[in-house]
């Protein structure tokens, strides 16, 4: 790690942890502690280590993984610029600490999910601005081909994968449609499925990896109803919806309506934020009033404060719950509701409090 309080920080957050789903228990426990070492002399770039600060290392290929987009030219000062577009590794630049990130759209690529892995592999890596960049660059360049080559070749998962597994939900989200409104809120879902023999098991599946990546970082370790969510990307690479009738723990939401991002550059894309108490409140009639609405979200939760924030003719409103259940249940149950003709938008906002 960087420091000593990232090493710590780590261990914290990770020591214990199921690698495969924090609640169940199990076999894969990560067991961690400080080592006595200091530092890590790292020869050589392999499956079994990785100098994520020094590119220049040669890059010893392992034979299970397919070397085409690893290729290295014979100069080792110069990494093949054919490796790479990455398809939002945030994890690999956030390692290399790249101020920047490769969060710009214009890095990434389509792909295709049936193609080789080989070829998929191009597509998940940033992009190189030329030979002639830092050395700084080319290490945030390096960790990125680490984590996709660590990806692939110890579980198979891809990084740019959509389909995302929640576990250990309560009840009260139980059912595909409440799932598929919630977790809507950053993204939009094709499909969701429940397991048939886990009901607080769930996977879904995202239109792009970025909008999964939300739900992941947005979601992941939330406490609803005294139960922590899990929330990772799932190995499946897309949702195999069952021929019979599951009694109603799958659905597809390709064709829905009420995804919440259907238009680019939607203002939506830049007003996402993680579950808190606050509800943001759009595409309000002209003719409703502060009584009715508190009325009607009064039904899930006590209301704690109110504010209109209408812009022209756009007329919006922030208002704030007890508690963070009951925020979540009257967004489930009030988002796409039809009142005085028109039908209310429910996003998370920001936190807001009326001193």
Known sequence: MKDEKQAKQALANLNGRNMYNTHTGGCNNLNLQISRNKTIEVKVNNSKSWDYTNPLLPIQMDSRVPAGPFEMHQNKNHIDHSLLTMHGMNMATAASGHPNGYNNS?????QSQH???HQRLHHLIPSLPGPNQSSYNQAAAAAAAAAAVAAQSVSGFSPASTVVQISNFPDQIANPDAIFTLFGVYGDILKVKIMYNRRDNALMQFKTYEQALNSVTKMDKVKLFDKVISVAFSKFPEIQLPMKNDG??????????LHRFKKPGSKNFFNIYPPNVTLHLSNISQMT???QINELFSKYGKIINFKW?????????????GCLEESVLALIALHNYQLNGSYLRVNFAKEYRNN
């Open 106 to 110: 214009s890095h990434y690529a389509p």
């Open 115 to 117: 193609a080789p892995q």
């Open 248 to 257: 109603g723990l799958a659905k597809d939401y390709s064709t829905s309506p």
């Open 289 to 291: 009033t502060q009584d």
């Open 309 to 321: 924030i209408s812009k022209e003719n756009n007329k919006m409103a922030l208002i704030e719950l």
